[in-house]
């Protein structure tokens, strides 16, 4: 299947830092989703992107749809605790059929 | 509005019990998909539906079924369970025209 590298895998910040994070894939996707994941819950949608070069926002985060059509970041400006929880990317392409594939996710702690 | 529920939460079975595992949606989506995530993995495909009565496979099929007799359910059974399959599970729902999907809160399934 496709795979979908999500980078950094964890990162521990202090409140009110500034975090990135990324997604890169092996082929073109057309669809970006970003999630954020509670420990028990389901993932939540954060911010879905459809266009190459698009940046969009959410409040506090940003993301993009990489020029390539084969990566995407998100950010997340003035962190707070209650970012705590773990970020996920998909996405889809032409190629994938009507599948979303997923990244690893990337574990976010902030210190108060 | 509840969005995608699911049931049950929680479950233990031995190997070779079966069960089936209910999604529910009151969003009207067309599109329905069953994920199972495993630690330090992104969320795979079992299977999905793009309607009524209609189920295709996804990613990691074997050893699961699904039916779509109702559009707003999507059953998945599992006829034999195998230790294999303790995971959690995720069901999700997306419009004909989003391209964005929604999520449960996910089904812990351990198999001893």
């Known amino acids: 299947g496709q795979q979908l590298n999500q980078s950094p895998q964890s990162m521990f910040i202090q409140e009110g830092e500034d975090v990135s994070m990324n997604c890169t894939s092996s082929s073109i996707f057309n669809t970006w989703l970003w999630y954020k994941q509670d420990p028990g819950e389901g993932p939540v949608l954060l911010i879905a992107?459809?266009?190459?070069?698009e940046l969009t926002s959410n409040g506090r985060l940003t993301a993009q749809f990489g020029i390539t059509r084969k990566d995407s970041f998100l950010n997340i400006s003035a962190s707070i605790p209650s970012d705590v929880g773990i970020y996920f990317c998909?996405?889809?392409?032409?190629?994938?059929?009507?599948?979303?594939?997923f990244g690893t996710g990337t574990s976010l702690t902030v210190i108060p | 509005n509840a969005g995608v529920t699911q049931t049950p939460k929680f479950r233990v079975l031995k190997t070779g019990q079966s069960m089936t595992l209910l999604c529910a949606q009151d969003?009207?989506?067309?599109?329905m998909y069953w994920y199972r995530q495993d630690p330090g993995m992104g969320l795979r495909l079992i299977h999905y539906?793009?309607?009524?009565?209609?189920?295709a496979k996804g990613e990691v099929p074997d050893g699961y079924n699904v039916s779509r007799l109702k559009k707003q359910n999507f059953l998945l059974g599992l006829e034999s369970a195998a230790p294999s399959q303790t995971s959690v599970y995720f069901c999700?729902?997306?419009?004909?025209?989003?391209?964005?999907?929604?999520f449960g809160p996910g089904t812990r399934l351990t198999v001893t």
């Open positions: 969003m009207n989506h067309e599109y």
């Open positions: 539906s793009v309607g009524e009565g209609t189920t």
């Open positions: 998909a996405g889809r392409g032409s190629n994938t059929g009507n599948q979303f594939y």
């Open positions: 999700a729902s997306e419009t004909l025209q989003g391209y964005e999907q929604y």
């Open positions: 992107l459809y266009k190459a070069g």
